[in-house]
Every structure is written in structure tokens, then in C-alpha cells.
């Protein structure tokens, strides 16, 4: 099956600067890399997504990059703001639809 | 983007009892559904791979007998877990998929005393 690794575990930010969470698998045949935001005792919300095609994609204040090569993705937050904190995690298909997580990452922005 | 629903919420049972947990697609239909199970401070793990109008696909130390899945629809899903314990407390949340990308319930709480 897939393995993903995450890092780092915790972030604290400023808020106005940059949070960038990194991400590793393990599987090559892996072709769907999305990334979810979890707020405590709800959902995950996807907030970006990337597929093995494209380099890189950018949505507002948020970026995702992959690197097939190396088999690595990450997540770029610009400018954060308070709302951003939450847990996000990283996570890569495997089997067709199925997803394997990351661990989570539990970004703090600091007023 | 599509639409999940999940009942109950929450719940709260006694040990030894067992407790369904239904999963819905409102607005599409799924012929794929995939439960995952989340304790406090970890990540999400996936239980199994619901599939319409066949048996599901169990994650490697899923009990099959203790979290009976039934996918009976292409727009419902439920999750029986058996005889549950204190340690089947968790948070349970569905997914439903559709090109690659899945589409999240909001969860069901479970404590069970």
C-alpha cells in the first residue's frame, strides 16, 4: 500500500507570513495529491488538490507542488490569517480512489 | 461540490450494544463509499471501501465481523459496529467519491460506556 509521511507535526505562524507543510509518499503509481483542512470535530475540507500531470497549482493564498521525481508534495499558505488555523493534512490515492493520510499538521497563526 | 450526509452525530451507548451509522450522497449517486475512523489527535484511518450491490473491501486489521458495512444504494452506506467496546470510541466519518476526489460526511461521534 501507500505511506505518507508529513511534517512538520506543529507550525506556529505569524500571522502575515508563510506556512509551508511538506509531504512524502512512498507508492509511484500514486496520481492524486489532495490537501485538507480539518477544523476540531468536523469534516476535512478539501482546499487543494494537484494530479500527477502539473507541477504546480495555485488558488488564492494557497499553492500546492509536486515533485514526482522525488515523490514529494507541499502546501504553501501565504499571508495567513487567524482562520487558517486548523489541522491539515496530506494525502495521496492509491488502488484507484482510495486515499492514504498524512499524519496532520496542526498550524497555529499568531496574532 | 457533491453533498455527504451522516446520522447520527453523535452517540452514546453502552457496551456490549451495537450502533449503525448511515452514510448518504444527496446530490450524486456513489457506487464507491469509504469509511474511516479518527481518534482524538491522530489521523484519518481507513476502516474499508464500501461497494454497491457487493460485500465490502476490509483494511488490513479491520475486524469484518465487528463493522459490518452494507451498501445497498448508490446514495447510502451504513456502518454497523457490532458488540461495540470503549475502545470502538471514536469518530467515524464517510466518504463518498467521485473522479478521484472524495467528498467528506461530518462524522459520527461514538462513546461507548
Known amino acids: 500500500g501507500e505511506n505518507v509521511e508529513q511534517h512538520p507535526s506543529t507550525l506556529s505562524v505569524q500571522e502575515g507570513d508563510s506556512a509551508v507543510i511538506k509531504c512524502t509518499y512512498s507508492?509511484?503509481?500514486?496520481?492524486?495529491f489532495p490537501w485538507y483542512k480539518q477544523e476540531l470535530g468536523k469534516r476535512p475540507q478539501l482546499i487543494i488538490d494537484?494530479?500527477?500531470?502539473?507541477g504546480e497549482k495555485k488558488d488564492q493564498r494557497i499553492a500546492v507542488t509536486l515533485n514526482k521525481t522525488a515523490k514529494h508534495f507541499s502546501l504553501h499558505i501565504t499571508e495567513t490569517q487567524p482562520e487558517d488555523s486548523a489541522v491539515y493534512f496530506c494525502?495521496?490515492?492509491?488502488?484507484?480512489?482510495?486515499?492514504?493520510f498524512g499524519t496532520g499538521t496542526r498550524l497555529t497563526i499568531i496574532p | 461540490g457533491a453533498v455527504v450526509s451522516q446520522h447520527p452525530s453523535w452517540v452514546i451507548c453502552k457496551s456490549g450494544t451495537s450502533v449503525k451509522i448511515e452514510c448518504r450522497s444527496l446530490?450524486?449517486?456513489?457506487?464507491?463509499m469509504f469509511w474511516y475512523r479518527q481518534f482524538p489527535k491522530q489521523s484519518l484511518m481507513l476502516m474499508a471501501t464500501?461497494?454497491?450491490?457487493?460485500?465490502?473491501?476490509?483494511e488490513q486489521g479491520v475486524e469484518k465481523d465487528k463493522f459490518l458495512i452494507n451498501h445497498a444504494s448508490l446514495t447510502l452506506s451504513t456502518l454497523t459496529v457490532t458488540s461495540a467496546h470503549p475502545e470502538d470510541s471514536s469518530f467515524y466519518i464517510c466518504?463518498?467519491?467521485?473522479?478521484?476526489?472524495?467528498?467528506f460526511g461530518p462524522g459520527t461521534r461514538l462513546t461507548v460506556l
Open positions: 466518504s463518498a467519491g467521485a473522479d478521484y476526489e472524495q467528498f
Open positions: 507508492d509511484s503509481a500514486s496520481n492524486y
Open positions: 494537484i494530479r500527477s500531470n502539473v
Open positions: 494525502a495521496a490515492n492509491y488502488g484507484n480512489e482510495k486515499l492514504t
Open positions: 446530490d450524486f449517486q456513489a457506487t464507491t
Open positions: 464500501s461497494n454497491e450491490g457487493s460485500k465490502a473491501t476490509y
